[in-house]
């Protein structure tokens, strides 16, 4: 590594030199791109709780750029690492055009001219080669179509983008056709095509497939949805065929079928991976019921002259996705072979009879699905399941992770009302004697379901989950009532406790807002149950049955309840493994006696010298701390704000917050930073 003697240690000249940590760090391109990889990822989590529609990730992608721009022009180390990431998505083409110095507008129309003249191309090039995602959609310009002929032309067969992988279709027509084909290359492994886009313009929709036909590097496609319906003959299955790099293949179609001729084209693509298919009906009884002669859980001799498995195709294939419709259920589990598949997802049409479902997955998928270890059931409408059909659930061999997504436990008026003690035991291996309690439970991924119609749950089925639940890694569970605090011990005993849950899902309908005293009594419930548990996250799931539950404030509300109690949680966490909280820094007693615990926590730790708390709830529930740090060569610089509530009116303007800027130096940082904190007075939280 470079290194130049007898520069100060303090200096950009050293730290960019490598004499220091922090040198170092800046020196190292590939650990700066794998830092702005975790930036990028945060902010797209901060956004992005739950899948959520593409303009939604478009503007959290451009807030990631927002964050990102200024770090470029903070030094040489970072522009390139950040300069990568600002541009390795584009909502649009115009950016890259817009490069051109001979791009202009002409008459309304934006025409491209001197493409042919010395170093025309050179600043487009420092910034094509970054683009790997692209979408290709309404033009926020007039382009001319000739301007892609231009480009062509003058790249003499090179790619328009040598690094691009993604290409999401929003729009198709005339105006974006040509664009599409100069932006296709053998770098292209992902497309992604909006369902609508295919129906406006049936030749235009065929050329597109076509091109995709000829792109032997082609791995997934996915067509999804939108609310125009769209026939599903513009998916052209001869050109499918001829995709065999093809990996992963999604058809969100719900109000259209497939015939047997697609799945014999799916049939013969060797390397597919993953197929989701969500639409309307599908063929039954395309290949006769497999023998699987090579069947290692099978005790039964190989019949003589039977067809091996590859015979079947899909010998690739792992995870699957199929819609279960009326009428008879097991011919459905027979459309596609599941010898192979270890992740399988049934989603349940409204017109099903799921008592004839939960006995067909039961009795059918343990012999025809032998490697199955993860099972997906949804709906999307509640669905009710027998005590028993959980029984034949749980006891499928080799099952990892359930996942029962809008199910409702309901028992017969001849069944005595199970309690949520005892549906835990059963869901969790503790409970009746099934084949998967006889063999060691095993499953250490469960999404659990809801307990009876009208019953309520609360964050004390936490405690069945700790108690039986010894295995489970990642578990989801719903919450309809408060958490009721005075009666939950909050005991660290080994016995109560479950370090094996990683990571914890919380689907909450409920009616009442937490009150700002529950919210460190909740975190450090969690902590006390689930000490090695790394997220909490809030899963909003609507529920046609309960209007009052999926009101839009109610769910905002409890959004952000729960990454407030994410944030104290892991806060509270990091000074309990210090065993003590430090009242005293650096000899500074605090003034205030009148913070409370959390406070103290966020004060009293010096031993981390930088670090971020973000945490902001409803104005009516209580206030909140924001404190950013952000890089300034060559120091750390602190921004501290608070809000102050007492003169709410219901918005937050930027004047309500007050704000300390402090500049931080080797060996001070924490110092300097109570030093701004209390001249902001007093916190609340």
Known sequence: MDTTPGLPINTPEALLHGQTASGRVLMNSYLLSVIFDE?????????????????????????????????????????????????????????LLQLFPGFCNKGGTNCLFRLNEPGAMDRFNRYARRVQSIVLGEFPISVAPQVYMQLALSLSGSPFLPCLKEIRVEKLDDSTLPCLQLLLSPSVRHVHIRKSSLSKSPACASSLWESLGDGRNIQTVTVYPSTIAVDSRLIPWDVVSRMKSLKRLELHMANHS????????????????????????????????????????????????????????????????????????????HTIPLYSITSLTLFLQADVDTSEVW?????????????????????????????????????????????????????????????????????????????????????????????????????????????????????????????????????????????????????????????????????????????NLESIRSIFEPETSCAAHTAQPNRHNHQDSWKLIELLRRLLSSVSAENHLRKTTNGRQFRDEGMSSVSRCVQSQPSISVWALWCFVKPQEHSAIFLDFYLVQPLWRSRLQKWRPEDDDGSLPEKRFQQVEVELGDGQDMAAILEGYNRLGTCWI
């Open 258 to 333: 497939i015939d047997t001729h697609a799945i014999k084209v799916l049939r013969g693509l060797p390397n597919l991976v993953h197929l989701l298919l969500k639409v309307k009906n599908m063929p039954t009884g395309t290949h006769p019921p497999p023998i699987p002669p090579n069947n290692p859980h099978s005790s039964a001799d190989p019949l003589p002259n039977a067809p091996s498995l590859s015979s079947f195709g899909f010998t690739r294939l792992r995870t699957l996705t199929l819609p279960i419709c009326s009428g008879a259920i097991a011919p459905q589990l």
């Open 359 to 531: 006995e067909a997955i039961g009795t059918h998928l343990p012999s025809v699905a032998h490697n199955l270890t993860t099972l997906t059931i949804c709906s999307a409408s509640r669905v009710l399941i027998p005590p028993e059909a959980l029984d034949l659930l749980i006891s499928i061999p080799r099952m990892r992770g359930l996942f029962l997504s809008r199910t409702i436990v309901y028992n017969t008026k001849d069944q005595a009302a199970e309690t949520v003690d005892e549906l835990y035991k059963r869901m969790l291996g503790g409970g009746v004697a099934t084949e998967a309690n006889s063999r060691g439970f095993d499953m250490n991924q469960l999404y659990m379901p809801r307990h009876g119609v009208g019953r309520s749950m609360s964050l004390k089925s936490c405690l069945y989950l700790a108690q039986y639940g010894k295995h489970i890694v990642h578990a989801r569970i719903m919450v309809d009532s408060s958490l009721g605090i005075p009666s939950i011990p909050l005991s660290t005993t080994p016995e109560a406790c479950s370090r094996s849950l990683l990571k914890l899902e919380i689907v909450d309908v409920r009616k009442r807002p937490w009150k700002p005293a529950e919210y460190e009594p909740i975190a450090l419930f969690f902590n006390a149950l689930f000490p």
């Open 39 to 95: 930036l990028r990822d945060a902010i797209e989590m901060l956004d992005n709780d739950q899948p959520q529609s593409s303009k939604a990730k478009r503007e959290a992608r451009s807030k990631m750029a927002k964050e990102l721009l200024p770090i470029s022009w903070t030094c040489r180390a970072f522009s390139d690492a950040a300069m990568n990431h600002v541009w390795s998505y584009l909502p649009s083409v115009v950016p």
